[in-house]
């Protein structure tokens, strides 16, 4: 007999509003027997069935519910959840390059897959995933012909489902770089070493939007494989994209080369010095860029990054020409919207300039979040104009 997991009284509200997580400490008891990873039964306290998901005890996430009735997890079952997340992509508007599957948002959690053109970036962030990558793998092959399909697994929080760090091609050929469309732009794509699977995909809402203020000299700070700063150039009169990464730079060069975008200029170098250099040279933009990496991933780490992005942003705010435009961003789900509104507001303060709203926006459609999971909301991307 499978497992039969029966949660506390109470602790089945957040699943039953359609989080998918049951954590260790809120099962009252286990019955049954059956290994790591396999798909088990869960039931409020009073006995009411809840849902069915892969169990780890190896993890504090004990199961993730993905199943709210009767339905086995076989090759019927994904290739319907696949086509229904690809469906919804398609709808609104996605071709080239999009995130097919955003894992406990598509009702498929700790699976992630994201369209390069014709190859497709994977990642398995839970053992049940993991133990079933096979059989997902064929239907992506089946129903989306890639050439070829990279596992992304390289991420820290296998090692809580008791995964190793993994890079393999899964299917076909994958080359180093495959160019993708965005914006009307090419980009060479890292699938193989980039950041995440190779690129951020949920900012190209947000990059088009830079368009409307990067005029004149724009900084791009944290800039990776320059996806701001190939919009930014498209109007701006000339583009400093800065990185402490020498591999990042050389990709900015190479998409604005395939471009033929000749206004960008490369800066290799830490942001937080960087940016003291300027403030202590006099030297101003008319529009800051700031899209750092997650200053934090845990809710441990929130006190130390609030700090980190309240300094870049002061010292952005001290070097925006009166009247230009700081663009700031922060990708950790942890750094709250009301917290980062509230380190914009005394970073502000601080810097002495008068600094209002000018728009704020969040993620790419093709990464929607649940309201019922806060973990699935984490992109903050706010417009100020510096008076």
């Known amino acids: 007999m499978g497992y039969k997991v029966y949660l ?10 359609g989080h998918s997580w049951v954590y260790a400490n809120e099962v009252a008891k286990i019955e049954g027997k059956d290994k790591n990873g396999a798909l088990a039964e869960v039931f409020s306290h009073d006995g009411r069935f809840i849902g069915k998901g892969y169990v780890n005890h190896a993890s504090k996430i004990l199961i993730r519910i993905f ?7 076989d090759a019927a079952f994904y290739e319907a ?3 229904k997340a690809d469906d919804y992509r398609r709808k609104l508007g996605y071709k080239n390059c999009y995130r097919m599957v955003f894992g406990e948002a598509d009702n498929l959690p700790a699976l992630i897959v994201d369209k390069y053109g014709d190859y497709l970036a994977v990642q398995c962030l839970s053992l049940g995933i993991d133990m079933r990558k096979a059989l997902i793998v064929g239907i992506l092959v089946k129903l989306f012909n890639p050439k070829g399909i990279y596992e992304r697994s390289d991420v820290a929080v296998r090692k809580k489902e008791g995964l190793p760090e993994i890079k393999q091609v899964l299917y076909g050929e994958v080359p180093d770089y495959c160019e993708i469309e965005e ?4 980009m060479l794509v890292d699938i193989k070493n980039g950041q995440k699977t190779g690129y951020f995909l949920d900012q190209k809402e947000n990059r088009f939007a830079v368009r409307k203020y990067a005029k004149g000299n724009v900084l791009d700070c944290f800039c990776n494989s320059g996806g701001f700063s190939l919009n930014a150039a498209t109007v701006a009169d000339s583009v400093t994209a800065c990185d402490i990464s020498e591999l990042a730079l050389k990709n900015v060069q190479d998409n604005a080369t395939i471009n033929g ?11 937080f010095e960087v940016l003291r250099n300027f403030r202590r040279e006099k030297r101003q933009f008319d529009t800051v860029i700031l899209d750092p990496p997650a200053f934090c991933k845990s809710a441990s780490e929130v006190k130390d990054a609030y700090r980190g992005y309240k300094d870049i942003n002061l010292m952005a705010m001290k070097i925006v020409k009166s009247g230009g435009f700081l663009v700031t961003c922060s990708c950790s789900h942890y750094m709250t919207t009301a917290l980062f509104e509230k380190m914009l507001i005394e970073a502000a303060r601080e810097s002495g300039r008068v600094v209002r709203y000018v728009e704020i926006k969040t993620q790419a459609p093709d990464h929607p979040a649940l309201l019922s999971a806060e973990e699935t909301q984490y992109l903050k991307f706010f417009v100020l104009q510096v008076i």
């Open 183 to 186: 914006n009307g732009l090419k």
């Open 67 to 73: 199943i709210r009735g009767d339905m086995a997890d």
């Open 8 to 17: 506390k009284k109470g602790e089945e509200r957040r699943i039953v509003a």
């Open 81 to 83: 959840a696949l086509l």
């Open 261 to 271: 975008i000749k206004n960008i200029e490369t800066l290799c170098g830490d942001v």
